[in-house]
């Protein structure tokens, strides 16, 4: 099974908004509502920011929002900061047989 | 606080086997699911296996046949055994949290990771 798809890099400026795209199949993203995505600095393990799509937990600020439209998941960055500059993984249930799959990564810049 | 540290990687030769382990605080092993993640050098994450509280498990086809996952309660330690080890095995494993308040896909918890590294 093929990993998700994510670009490779994203850039945008301390104040704006960037999005994240994570381009699965019908067979995990588009059939299960469990997508996540994981925030990681350089050297750092990941960090759960968002969880089932749309939820955040506690601790992670409201500037990241997740959404999901067919077989295709997103992560929304409003009002980029510098500490923002990392890597993003997203990741979706699979079925059964393939469980988890990850996306390839995204690598944020903050200019 | 939740705690996780891997341990046990090092430099192997193919065809090779090492143990991994992952201790952790804070929480019992016995009563969440857990997993090992895997991360090749400057590349992506990749699922590697799971253990459910009712110790079920599942792999991935990369490591199917090779790899065991394993907890021992009274340690409070998670444990990957890996036999028959290639190059493509060579990463940074992970011992991370499936959320107790979610499922699957989510990993609330991760370890600090352990490197093992297969080269001849």
């Known amino acids: 099974q093929s990993a998700l798809t994510q670009s490779a890099s994203v850039s945008g400026s301390p104040g704006q908004s960037i999005t994240i795209s994570c381009t699965g199949t019908?067979?995990?993203?588009?059939?299960?509502?469990?997508v996540s995505w994981y925030q990681q600095h350089s050297g750092k393990a990941p960090k759960l920011m968002i969880y089932?799509?749309?939820k955040r937990p506690s601790g992670v600020s409201n500037r990241f929002s997740g959404s999901k439209s067919g077989n295709t998941a997103s992560l929304t960055i409003s009002g980029l900061q510098a500490e923002d500059e990392a890597d993003y993984y997203c990741?979706?249930?699979?079925?059964?047989?393939?469980?988890?799959?990850f996306g390839g990564g995204t690598k944020l810049t903050v200019l | 606080e939740v705690q996780l540290v891997a341990s046990g990687g090092g430099l192997m030769q193919p065809g090779g086997s090492l143990n991994v382990s992952c201790a952790a605080a804070?929480?019992?092993?016995?009563?969440?699911?857990m997993t090992w993640v895997r991360q090749s050098p400057g590349k992506g994450l990749e699922w590697v296996s799971v253990?459910?509280?009712?110790?079920?498990?599942f792999y991935s086809d990369s490591v199917k046949g090779r790899f065991t996952i394993s907890r021992d309660n009274s340690k409070n330690t998670l444990y990957l055994q890996m036999n028959n080890l290639t190059a493509e095995d060579t990463a940074v494993y992970y011992c991370?949290?499936?959320?107790?308040?979610?499922?699957?896909?989510?990993?609330?918890?991760w370890g600090l990771g352990t490197l093992v590294t297969v080269s001849s």
């Open positions: 991370v949290r499936l959320a107790p308040f979610s499922s699957f896909s989510t990993f609330d918890y």
């Open positions: 804070g929480f019992a092993v016995s009563s969440d699911s």
């Open positions: 253990i459910y509280t009712g110790d079920k498990t």
């Open positions: 019908s067979s995990d993203v588009g059939s299960y509502n469990l």
């Open positions: 089932e799509v749309t």
């Open positions: 990741c979706s249930y699979a079925g059964s047989r393939n469980w988890v799959l």
